[in-house]
């Protein structure tokens, strides 16, 4: 679990917002890594061992694992275990289903495994959400505005007073608080995460999109950033984890965490 | 894998569209079962025995698994690997990211395990939905209209033209085919049933609602049938698993299977 007041701090020391994501894809790993008992986790503690000096959350991509079977969730286990325990961690699991459903999910990722925080589909409404709320210290982190061109068929329908996203928007705030509550805002769209920082002035956002996906780390941070506490998670993953195919990989994601973690200190230096 | 016409014949034969749904909660199922090695299996494989005569689908809720860790993924593999050959198989995982994620859930779905269909959420659009597309014998089932009462909060949502519901099926229209995509369409709401069977008249909907949650099985068979080939999964999981908590408890699941197979089958004689 970590409070609001817990996350915070950690940016100001580390000087960063960066959340590393986690997407280990046996296709793309290093192929010695093949030869390790568990590719996987050996991977991962190589890329956590490189980056946590920059990085203040990580997010691994469930899809990832679970498409491994129990192996997989094995390979989860000890990931999260490794994670330092400073570092806010995230289950990028897009979950959400009617009430008792959502209340397993709920278990799954914030007791089976201690995660601090679980990605969340709104589609299916207030019931889908609310068993993610309301436990100390554990966060839901509800699609708003998605990084992915798939976005403009469903999250920019029109009512003529508002998209969908900005509803969905308007209903997190009524579901959540700023303490327990956190949303997805794609890097891809600066004007409108402008936009969605007026609309929610005070709610951290969980920004995937920079690196790979092509979305500009200054823009996010001029359009997002809530003063003295950040308000950002600004996540890398394959720009990061796959930063060199062979036995550099380490540190070649070293040079590339700490460059994104330098050019979010100089950004803030220069406030 | 199943095709269109094998799911057709099935239902031909058992005169029924009747799916039930593996939703095994530890502390809802008979507690005597708790002594057995996997008191999971041990459930579902009471409740299969008991239904398949009855049955043409079994629809495991991803949830109830997961959140017992690998054990419960375990018991899940023994479940689908019993789940007799001529049966539909739907992970409901209500899955969906973007392009590369996506097509890792399709993955474990289809290939790790061997389900012949997945539960997919639209919000992420077209790249979250066409990774389970095109493969034979294997299908998306996404929602539209969910049976719970947050389906109000942005399904509904309304551009003046049509509501987003309506826009993610016709959406849905073009990205799937007849042979590859079902819809998710609650039986809570059979007007509207009716109008989405207008919009959609030759896909198959796997309906939700019916039992615990209060839908009736008539409206949805009047509203949704489409002739000759049913077009319809109507889904009953808690009435079922739970009609007795006592060791009487897979006779009771048999005995609620046959009367809503029996309603099925006098309907489609009253055609």
């Keep these: 679990m970590m409070t609001r007041s817990e996350l915070v701090r950690q940016i100001q020391a580390k000087k960063s917002v960066l959340c590393v994501g986690l997407d280990p894809d046996l296709a793309k790993i290093p192929q010695h890594l093949l030869l390790e008992e568990d590719p996987i986790f050996a991977f991962n503690k190589a890329i956590i ?77 207030s019931d889908s959400v609310m068993p993610f709320l309301g436990f100390d210290g554990k966060w839901a982190i509800v699609l708003g505005l998605t990084s992915n061109p798939g976005a403009e068929d469903f999250q920019y329908f029109n009512s ?52 790979a996906q092509g979305g500009n780390l200054e823009d996010v941070l001029n359009m997002g950033w809530i003063e003295g506490e950040g308000g950002l998670l600004i996540n890398a993953s394959r720009s990061i984890l796959y930063a060199s195919e062979g036995k550099d990989f380490a540190l070649a994601a070293r040079e590339e965490a700490r460059n994104v973690q330098e050019a979010m200190e100089a950004w803030m230096r220069a406030q």
Tied chains: 1, 2.
Excluded: Q
């Design 49 to 125: 061992d490189a980056t946590h000096e920059f990085a203040v959350a990580y997010k691994p991509n469930i899809a990832f694992y679970e498409s491994l079977g129990v192996s997989g969730w094995t390979s989860l286990r000890k990931t999260l275990d490794y994670i330092p325990k400073e570092c806010f961690t995230i289950a990028d699991a897009k979950r959400g289903d009617i009430g008792n459903t959502s209340a397993m999910y709920a278990r799954t990722f914030f007791f089976t495994y201690e995660f601090d925080s679980v990605t969340v589909n709104p589609y299916m409404g």
């Design 160 to 211: 003529g007073e508002m998209h969908l996203y900005e509803r969905v928007l308007d209903k997190l705030k009524g579901w959540g608080t700023e303490d327990n509550l956190m949303v997805v805002v794609g890097a891809t769209r600066p004007t409108d995460l402008a936009r969605i920082r007026e609309r929610m002035p005070r709610h951290f956002f969980l920004v995937p999109g920079v690196g």
